[in-house]
């Protein structure tokens, strides 16, 4: 008796994944195609298909009208991929779906309620000191990666840290909503504060990053990390919109 090869033409299941924000401040086509020039430095594969979410709830008030074609092909050519508009006046809504974007209201996930309280337990007999107990992989959102970050490989860590234990090749990709640690080489590129928050850090061993990235600020490093730092202990965070580059040796810190 044959066993049956049925399979579903179709399933739909939930899914996670990454865009990054397109935040515009204006919507003069050439004054972001000038500013999105810089910021890849003419890199033509800069955002290497991302997908992008445009914000627009940082327009000034009574700015000229979007030109939704033109800003969607101008994004494009920077090869990011736009999929939805994010803080949309109501006035916007039909011209953004007729040029197959979706509407996003930008709501965060809410925090999960906070823990029961502990039932109190009941007094131990006295004891020699115990080691300090070992925190569970993923405790507080944390995300721990023991193996390499091979290229091609993306690993977001939704709502907290990433701790990655292995080397991060050229052409990986690592993003988290908080800090990034790398406890060995990191290549490829790595983004944190993914969701904005600002105050995220980006730590590694040995650093030689192609791409860096807090909270949507952007450094590429084409002509090698700076030689100060190169492949060592390092750490990234930002300072007003600017990323800032420190050894972790408080021994020869400035």
Not at 4 to 22: D, G, L, N, R, Y
Not at 142 to 154: H, K, L
Not at 242 to 254: C, E, K, P, Y
């Amino acid at each position: 008796m044959s066993k049956s090869t049925f399979q579903k033409p179709i399933e739909i299941k939930i899914s996670t994944v990454v865009a990054v924000s397109a935040i515009l401040y204006t919507s003069d086509g050439i004054a972001l195609d000038a500013a999105l020039n810089e910021m890849t430095g003419g890199v033509p594969d800069f955002f290497e298909g991302d997908l992008a979410v445009i914000d627009v709830g940082s327009l000034a008030p009574g700015c000229e009208r979007i030109d939704w074609a033109s800003t969607i092909a101008l994004l494009r050519k920077y090869r990011l991929n736009p999929v939805a508009v994010r803080n949309a006046t109501p006035d916007m809504v039909e011209e953004i779906q007729a040029h197959g974007l979706s509407l996003d209201s930008g709501k965060r996930d809410e925090p999960a309620p906070p823990a029961p309280a502990p039932a109190k337990a009941a007094p131990a007999a006295p004891a020699a000191a115990a080691p300090a107990p070992t925190p569970a992989v993923g405790a507080g959102g944390t995300m721990i990666i023991d193996t390499p970050v091979r290229a091609g490989q993306r690993i977001y860590a939704r709502g907290g840290d990433l701790i990655v234990m292995a080397v991060v090749n050229n052409g990986a990709e690592l993003i988290a909503d908080g800090s990034i640690h790398v406890y060995n080489t990191l290549n490829g590129r790595a983004l944190a504060g993914a969701s904005g928050k600002t105050d995220a850090r980006i730590f590694a061993l040995s650093m030689a990053p192609e791409l860096l990235s807090i909270a949507g600020v952007y450094s590429t490093f084409e002509d090698g990390f700076p030689a100060a730092h190169a492949r060592q202990p390092t750490q990234i965070r930002l300072v007003g919109d600017r990323l800032d580059i420190q050894s972790v040796n408080s021994a020869t810190r400035a």
